[in-house]
């Protein structure tokens, strides 16, 4: 289990506790039947009326997440970025697609992804600098730019 959602629901409730018993309130009062079905129902109805049915239909998995999480072995991560920045310096960026597989977190092939694709239309970005400003414009606008007017082959 996660220690830091344990602190912070622990923090959460004492804090709002606290001011509630400081301005002169009873803690019986706020448990009540009626005023916990308005603010659990209302929190479940608005998330369901935000969110798509099959959001809605993983809260469970979510919460599940957030108390007892996915243990991550950051000196992996590390290790398999570095591995990633040699080859692409050794045999470019485009050497990278046989790393997709390699990996199963989700973030990171999708990272990938968009670096080889970038690369791949990388003949889209035109590099121009607008009469009235001295520094390029970032990539970013360049892509947006592009893909108004150029259609990827």
Do not use: C, W
């Given at each position: 289990?996660?220690?830091?959602t344990i ?17 002169g ?11 916990l079905?308005?603010?659990v129902?209302g ?25 007892w999480?996915?243990?991550q072995s ?26 997709l ?6 973030f990171l ?23 009235c ?6 990539v970013?606008a360049?892509?947006?730019?592009l ?7």
């Open positions: 289990m996660d220690f830091a602190i912070g629901l622990i923090t959460a409730i004492g804090a709002i506790s606290g001011a509630y018993v400081l301005e309130g009873h803690l019986s009062s706020i448990f009540l039947t009626g005023p079905m308005i603010v129902g929190t479940i109805g608005a998330t369901m009326v935000t969110s798509s049915i099959s959001t809605t239909i993983k809260v469970p998995t979510f919460l599940r997440l957030a108390f999480g996915v243990t950051t000196q992996e991560t590390i290790d398999f970025m570095v591995k990633l920045a040699e080859k692409a310096r050794r045999e470019g960026i485009l050497g990278l697609e046989n790393d597989n390699r990996t199963e977190e989700k092939k999708k990272i990938i992804q968009l670096v080889i694709e970038v690369t791949l239309n990388s003949s889209y970005l035109i590099q121009f600098r607008p009469v400003s001295p520094a390029p414009k970032p970013i360049y892509v947006r730019e893909s108004k007017t150029t259609k990827a082959p």
